[in-house]
């Protein structure tokens, strides 16, 4: 007989819950603006292609240099001070965004952003206040947040920008900032010590390991890869979809999109992790997404043309986004899973700052500014062969077997807390 499995307790689901909800409201701010910020940029004074590209790209390169730092620093003054920092630097540089009249002002806001890196801190945090055994199924519901707030965030997002201006947006961001800040300093629970977590959190030791790991290696271009297209895509797109539809309609294209993609996407997640579909899951996600990034390449013909390429796209990219952080865990050792998890979330950064400089390469500066060029399909095929490129190196990425999953369903497990 199966064993009764271990549940979260009282106080586990309210940390849990609680530093959910703060990173749903710290990604949130950005998914709002990440559709609407390259043709903002573009009109503001001083602003030329590599400098558009830059500004996209200056929250997730801080973010990259500042996530091992700040998990260090947490370890040694607490959870809770550091992520109260982190949150206040997100907070002025929404407010500078808000105020910024010019390309270097909006650089260095969003740079000033990006430099709260609070998600490590966050999960070091949930493995302070989660018992091992429940830790796992924690960590996959704070991931969870980050795919609400990408849906909310892509229909809400031009939606305020189209009847408030991208301004708002900033402002918005700098309001729920401190909510979060209020929500980890009275709402979570306090832990009575921190220790460090190998699970959990990046170990100097443990670079070498990871680093030389194929599978781990072939995970983290995987990442770099589909994250580097987000930043591409969608540097590009918002200006092929303004010549389509007035401004305060484009959130209606998102929303259709996303609507499609979670119609496709729930099923698809239950065959890969229940009935271990895992691989025919991931290459039918990069088939979504490359097909999705070619059909781009005429997505300026028609309203209908682009909707049918963004749907793609989404649904490639969301079953990706939760494929791929599973199977991350699953191929990393666990005396090494922390390191490995920050490696592969810096790789994320990495990539959506190299999506974004791509980007701006293809924007040119004329007369009435700085607009996408005549060459812009070539970036989505540029981005379309990226994706081939790893589905290539993914073929020999060891995937869990359906014999396996019903293995791990069929396996005791310890009996816990109620």
Partial sequence: MKAKRTQLNRQEWRAVGALSGVFFLRMLGIFLVLPVLSPYASHMKGASPLLVGLAFGAFPLLQTAFQVPFGWMSDRF???PIIAVALFMFTAGSLWASFA????????AMALQ?????????????????????RTRAMAVIGSSIGLAFGV?????????????????FEIMAALT???????????PTPEKHEHHDEAEVSAGGFKAVLTNPDLLRMNTGIFVLNGTLRGL?????????TLVQKQHEWLVYLGALLVSGVVMVPAIIFAERDGYMKEALYFS???????LLLFTSGGRSLTWFSVAIGLYFIGFSLLEAIMPSLETRLAPAENRGTAVGLFNMSQYLGSFGGALLGGAFLRRGSAGISLGQSYWVLFVILACSVAVWAFIARKLPMPTRQQHAAAADAPVADGEA
């Fill in 153 to 169: 965030g892509f229909v809400c997002g031009p939606l305020l920008a189209g009847h408030f201006g991208v301004a708002s947006i």
């Fill in 114 to 134: 990006g430099s709260g890196a609070v998600a490590a801190v966050i999960l070091a945090l949930v493995a302070d206040l989660t018992r091992p055994e429940v």
């Fill in 178 to 188: 401190p909510i979060a800040m209020l929500v980890v300093l009275f709402v979570v």
């Fill in 286 to 292: 990069l088939l979504s997404l490359g097909l999705g």
């Fill in 101 to 108: 009249h010019s390309i270097l002002e909006l650089i260095g």
């Fill in 234 to 242: 969608f540097l590009a797109a918002p200006f092929l979809l303004s």
């Fill in 78 to 80: 607490g959870r809770k």
